[in-house]
């Protein structure tokens, strides 16, 4: 199956800083032992409080901060499980915890999801049906056929409807899932070789 390029690993927030581009050090000390962030980053004292004195957030601070932040509006909070879920996904150093770079990551990501949710949830009831998850899906430029597709929906969705809660967690993975692909898609071509411990290391984590 070809892809149309990276649009079709769904590219939904260009503006966001990508792996490999530069951005500031991690928590752990930058390269010269002292951490350095561009001056009055509005998201770092945040973090720093958020994080406490490890200086990385955990599934607990986590849930705490995205439910004291209202992130999920009118929706209901975030699970535990769910915020698992989004630590193991985007850990991207591997520390079990989320430094500064993955917590704006997911910020930036959590907004963009919560707004596409919300256009679909016209009733504010606080889920969407099945077809509407698919919209969403195809709408944040991924190109999945329809067994996929069903499958997603299957794994999702409660009663016959996917809520906020499950709709953000559908997200977080179809998106790291989708990065871990497309860094071994040297072709862009959609088409991977796994050997098995890479295959599961990639994908037991969730
Ligand atoms: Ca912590
Ligand atoms: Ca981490």
């Known amino acids: 199956m070809a892809y149309p390029g990276y649009g079709g690993y769904g590219n939904m927030n260009p503006s966001m800083p990508m792996m490999g581009q530069t951005m500031a050090p991690t928590v752990h000390g930058g390269f010269y032992g002292q951490p350095q962030y561009p001056a009055g980053d509005p998201m770092w004292s945040y973090f720093t409080a958020v994080a406490g004195q490890d200086g990385e957030v955990d599934a607990e601070e986590l849930q705490r ?3 004291q932040a209202g992130i999920h509006g009118t929706y209901t909070p975030f699970s535990l499980e769910t915020c698992r879920i989004m630590i193991a996904m985007l850990d991207r150093d591997h520390t079990g915890k989320m430094g500064f770079n993955e917590f704006k990551e997911l910020w930036a990501a959590l907004s963009a999801w919560k707004q596409n949710f919300c256009t679909f ?7 969407v049906e099945p077809h509407e998850l698919n919209q969403a899906i195809l709408s944040m430029g991924y190109r999945l056929n329809a067994p996929t597709l069903n499958s997603i929906v299957k794994r999702y969705s409660k009663s016959g409807r996917i809520f ?17 692909f497309r860094r071994r898609d040297n072709m862009q071509q959609g088409m991977v070789n796994f050997i098995y411990d890479d295959f599961l290391q990639c994908t037991m984590a969730i």
């Open 65 to 67: 901060c995205l439910t």
């Open 121 to 127: 949830d016209r009733d504010g009831s606080g889920s």
């Open 164 to 180: 906020f809660d499950d709709y953000v967690a559908c997200c977080v993975k179809l998106r790291a899932l989708t990065d871990v």
